[in-house]
């Protein structure tokens, strides 16, 4: 029976670390090669890789601090991997700052740290939770874009892209948009519009485009949200409205800057 239950708890909180890995927009394969996980099991003082999951599962362990530990390491390696001609534009994109900790600009670690400028791209538009890869400009900063970005898929000159990711200890705001298309009813915006009412989410922006030709409407929100989550919530909520066909997250929405 115990074993029986030692194997739920790992598995479970092999689970909890994917799940969390997805939410702050990272691969967990990416976070646990090279020995990692068992460098976080060492720093815990958990003896091995199965502890660790075991102690994850029922709760023994912290996972916010595991993952921070995690998450800590694959920045490190990250920034040991750089090549010197990006570290040496990086360095040139220092922003000066008093005090001792370097905050991150928008949300943004670049190879872990803060202290860089950072503009987060209009053209997709990331929030906390997407994979983000980040894009060194000249005199602009760092561009940082969501990884499926097709401004990204489609550059060329990888040497510029560097490695970003998001500040887990940071409470921002971001504006994201949605697309609904539904039909073109009396109280259908009503009814759309109180989803993201209730939740507490401000709406930003509203536009509705009537299509007299079908009898759809095309709603386009601008939401403001601190992560994914949110935004998936709000939508899964919406596809539940009578009269709704679909909803999807539009790549740019006026938040952050290009």
């Not at 987060?120 to 561009?143: F, K, M």
């Not at 490695?163 to 539904?182: A, F, M, Q, R």
């Amino acid at each position: 029976f115990k074993r029986e239950n030692r194997e739920a708890n790992i598995e479970r909180g092999m689970t909890l670390i994917r799940d969390e890995a997805k939410r702050l927009g990272y691969a967990a394969k990416d976070l646990m090669t090279d020995g990692r996980l068992a460098k976080v099991a060492e720093k815990l003082n958990v003896q091995s890789e199965d502890d660790l999951l075991a102690a994850l599962g029922y709760g023994g362990v912290s996972l916010r601090g595991a993952m921070t530990k995690l998450i800590e390491l694959y920045q490190q390696a990250i920034k040991d991997s750089t090549p010197p001609e990006v570290s040496q534009m990086l360095s040139e994109l220092k922003a000066p700052r008093r005090g001792k900790r370097k905050k991150a600009s928008h949300g943004v670690l670049v190879e872990g740290e803060g202290g860089y400028l950072v503009r987060l791209a209009r053209c997709c538009n990331p929030v906390p939770g997407d994979p983000i890869t980040g894009y060194i400009t000249r005199g602009r900063g760092v561009s940082v874009h969501r990884s499926d970005c097709p401004n990204v898929l489609n550059d060329t000159e990888f040497t510029r892209m560097i490695e970003v990711s998001w500040d887990i200890g940071l409470d921002k705001e971001y504006t994201v948009g949605i697309e609904i298309i539904c039909n073109d009813r009396n109280g259908m915006l009503a009814e759309i519009l109180a989803v993201p009412s209730e939740m507490k989410i401000n709406i930003q922006t509203i536009n509705a485009t009537p299509n007299r030709r079908n009898k759809t409407s095309t709603v386009q929100l601008g939401l403001s949200v601190s992560n994914i989550d949110q935004i998936e919530r709000v939508m899964t909520r919406v596809r539940q409205l009578k009269d709704v066909y679909r909803v999807t997250r539009t790549l740019g929405a006026g938040g952050g800057e290009g």
